[in-house]
T-cell receptor, first 114, second 112 residues
Framework: KAGVTQTPRYLIKTRGQQVTLSCSPISGHRSVSWYQQTPGQGLQFLFEYFSETQRNKGNFPGRFSGRQFSNSRSEMNVSTLELGDSALYLC?????????????FGPGTRLLVL | EDQVTQSPEALRLQEGESSSLNCSYTVSGLRGLFWYRQDPGKGPEFLFTLYSAGEEKEKERLKATLTKKESFLHITAPKPEDSATYLCAFPFKGGSQGNLIFGKGTKLSVKP
């Protein structure tokens, strides 16, 4: 079974631009979560989607948004990029997003904002 | 407030030198404690899930244990390929599974 895939793997943007990242979950998984990882803050939860609906959202500004499609693929968008948005963005999938289910992570997208 | 603390932040071992990593948590009603391994530039790789105090799980040189307040990841006779950052996490209370709180991790280096 193929794992979680994320595209692109690397991105370089400048301040003020916007960016869209894509995540394809493991086949059959319907819950997709997004995380931001930085050296200072570690892994922080952004939001979670299930059946095209956002169920949970972390403590991030409204510049961070996402969506999920009917095939469970998900995208996240960051508008008006800031230098502090430079990070590794990870998505994780699980079967239904129920408590106790294991989340499987993709390789991440490394975003550098100049 | 739900919190998770991992110690030590970094650990250097000689090949074959066994040790333990600690994950302390404060949450009422734990609904799973997860261990992941992360190599540089890669996404976390799932290792174990523990659900109740007293539970233990093993995989090769790794054994994870859980008490009511902390979890340990024991590494027996480590090899250089065990070098990685080890992360623990648990679901945020009141949220769905999608909302995991992660510790900052323990960076393990195993020298030959």
């Amino acid at each position: 079974k193929a794992g979680v895939t994320q595209t692109p793997r690397y991105l370089i943007k400048t301040r003020g631009q916007q960016v869209t990242l894509s995540c394809s979950p493991i086949s059959g998984h319907r819950s997709v979560s997004w995380y931001q990882q930085t050296p200072g803050q570690g892994l922080q939860f952004l939001f979670e989607y299930f059946s095209e609906t956002q169920r949970n959202k972390g403590n991030f500004p409204g510049r961070f948004s996402g969506r999920q499609f009917s095939n469970s693929r998900s995208e996240m968008n960051v508008s008006t990029l800031e230098l502090g948005d430079s990070a590794l963005y990870l998505c994780a999938s699980s079967l239904a997003g129920n408590v106790g289910e294991t989340q499987y992570f993709g390789p991440g997208t490394r975003l550098l904002v100049l | 407030e739900d919190q998770v603390t991992q110690s030590p932040e970094a650990l250097r071992l000689q090949e074959g030198e066994s040790s333990s990593l600690n994950c302390s948590y404060t949450v009422s009603g734990l609904r799973g404690l997860f261990w992941y391994r992360q190599d540089p530039g890669k996404g976390p790789e799932f290792l174990f899930t523990l659900y109740s105090a007293g539970e233990e799980k093993e995989k090769e040189r790794l054994k994870a244990t859980l008490t009511k307040k902390e979890s340990f990841l024991h590494i027996t006779a480590p090899k250089p390929e065990d070098s990685a950052t080890y992360l623990c996490a648990f679901p945020f209370k009141g949220g769905s599974q999608g909302n995991l709180i992660f510790g900052k991790g323990t960076k393990l280096s195993v020298k030959p």
